[in-house]
Each structure stands twice: as C-alpha cells, then as structure tokens.
C-alpha cells in the first residue's frame, strides 16, 4: 500500500533546494534557477519558484507499507 509521509518545512528549509528531490510530483529541481517544476495528474509540468513557496503548501515523501 502507497503512504504519505508528511515532511516538516520551517521557514528556512522550505526556501532550500536541498529540501526538495525529484520524484513522481516533482519533476525537476532547478538549482540555479531556485525552482521546482512540478508534474499535475494530466502530465502537464509547471515551474514554481521557491519563493513562491509559504505556509500553505505541504510536502510529503511517498512511501509503502506491507498490508496483511
């Protein structure tokens, strides 16, 4: 089974790059260019700028878990 781990973002990590892995929702980490690029259900990518990053966003790391 697919789990959701939830990561803790401060005001401080949330704007490092180093916070952030490529995966299944982000599709690449511009380091230079401070922004992630994040793939929607569509397939469709959008670039976010780290700074535009606050409060309201949630990060979680994906995950399994043996079911019996």
């Known amino acids: 089974m697919v789990v959701l781990t939830p990561v803790w973002l401060d005001s401080k990590n ?5 916070t952030y892995r490529e995966g299944r929702v982000i599709e690449r980490v511009g380091v230079k ?3 992630l690029v994040l793939r929607d ?7 976010l700028a780290l700074r535009d990053i606050d409060k ?6 994906a995950g399994t878990i ?3």
Do not use: E, I, K
């Open 56 to 61: 309201n966003w949630s990060l979680f790391r």
């Open 33 to 35: 260019t401070r922004t």
């Open 66 to 68: 043996a079911v019996a």
């Open 14 to 18: 949330r704007a490092a790059c180093d």
């Open 41 to 47: 259900a569509a397939g469709q990518t959008h670039p």
